[in-house]
């Protein structure tokens, strides 16, 4: 199985999702709002609307799942 070579930041993230511009119409939001997480972490109810997208984007090496351990059969219970 192939793993994910790229460190799992908020940089790497964003820029798997097609840059700021890209993430900030994913969510409805302004660019420089999704600019700042490049410095700290994606706050944690935008990366749930993420996750199924980023998931797409890395042709599963980073999957739901793997992103919320704990919680993914909560918010996404199909997946189990």
């Given amino acids: 199985m192939l793993r994910c070579l790229m460190p799992l930041n908020s940089i790497a993230i964003i820029k798997l999702l097609g840059g700021p511009t890209k993430v ?12 700042m997480w490049q ?4 706050p944690y109810d935008k990366l749930v609307i993420l996750a199924a997208t980023l998931e797409q984007q890395s042709h599963g090496l980073i999957t739901r799942k793997t992103l919320f351990p704990e919680t ?4 996404w219970p199909e997946l189990d």
């Fill in 24 to 35: 900030a119409k994913l969510l409805n939001i302004s660019v420089p709002a999704v600019s």
């Fill in 39 to 42: 410095n700290g972490d994606i």
């Fill in 72 to 75: 993914y059969k909560l918010i």
